[in-house]
């Protein structure tokens, strides 16, 4: 049983840039939730993705948006970076959408933005 | 909206001592708080606390909630240089597709 991917591992963009970050859920699990975590913050919640479609979002802008794939793989968008956007995001798949508390979390990138 | 506060937001300790970690909540119709220890990246999970089970202990962890003050506590005790870490506090509502994490506490143990 594989664990959760995460890549790349590190980034580093500028203002105005778009990004791409992507996730591999463990195996079997049908759910990808994204999380935005800055420099000495708990995580914040993005959205959640199941059976491809966007399942829930939190108090984010449009900018950021995302995919699933059918093999439950997810993507992360975020267009027009800035600043605030520097953080940690870390990926969390788990066996259904209503069971967050069973989510496993990956390892995350690191993204910058200068 | 969910809210979740911990303290204190760092704390260092000699090897040895124990520890007691803070977590206060309010959640829209409760259904879970849970502990995580977060070393480099990824955290991971170390309990979880319901209507239903109230207290955990993984060997010198433990963890304790009080559903009518609405907070939690993680103690450990005997620490250890391993022990160093955020620990975070989330919580879960019913019907919820998502956790609310605190900021987190970040323990230092020195030899």
């Known amino acids: 049983e594989t664990g959760v991917t995460q890549s790349p591992t590190h980034l580093i963009k500028t203002r105005g840039q778009q990004v791409t970050l992507r996730c591999s859920s463990q195996?079997?699990?049908?759910?990808v939730s994204w999380y935005q975590q800055a420099l000495g913050q708990g995580p914040q919640f993005i959205f959640q993705?199941?059976?491809?479609?966007?399942?829930g979002r939190g108090n984010f802008p449009p900018r950021f948006s995302g995919l699933q794939f059918p093999n439950y793989s997810s993507e992360l968008n975020v267009n027009a970076l800035e600043l605030d956007d520097s953080a940690l995001y870390l990926c969390?798949?788990?066996?259904?959408?209503?069971?967050?508390?069973?989510?496993?979390f990956g390892p995350g990138t690191r993204l910058t933005v200068l | 909206e969910d809210k979740v506060v911990q303290s204190p937001l760092s704390l260092v300790v000699h090897e040895g001592d124990t520890v007691t970690l803070n977590c206060s909540y309010e959640?829209?119709?409760?259904?879970?708080l849970l502990w995580y220890k977060q070393e480099k990246k990824a955290p991971t999970f170390l309990f979880m606390l319901t209507s239903s089970g109230i207290e955990k202990k993984s060997g010198r962890l433990s963890s304790i909630l009080d559903k009518k003050e609405l907070f939690s506590i993680l103690n450990i005790t005997a620490t250890q240089t391993g022990d160093s870490a955020i620990y975070l506090c989330a919580v879960g509502g019913a019907g919820s597709y998502q956790l609310t994490f605190g900021k987190g506490t970040k323990l230092s143990v020195i030899p």
């Open positions: 993705y199941y059976r491809e479609e966007e399942n």
């Open positions: 969390a798949s788990s066996l259904d959408p209503r069971d967050p508390e069973g989510q496993f």
């Open positions: 959640v829209t119709n409760f259904r879970s």
């Open positions: 195996s079997g699990h049908n759910t």
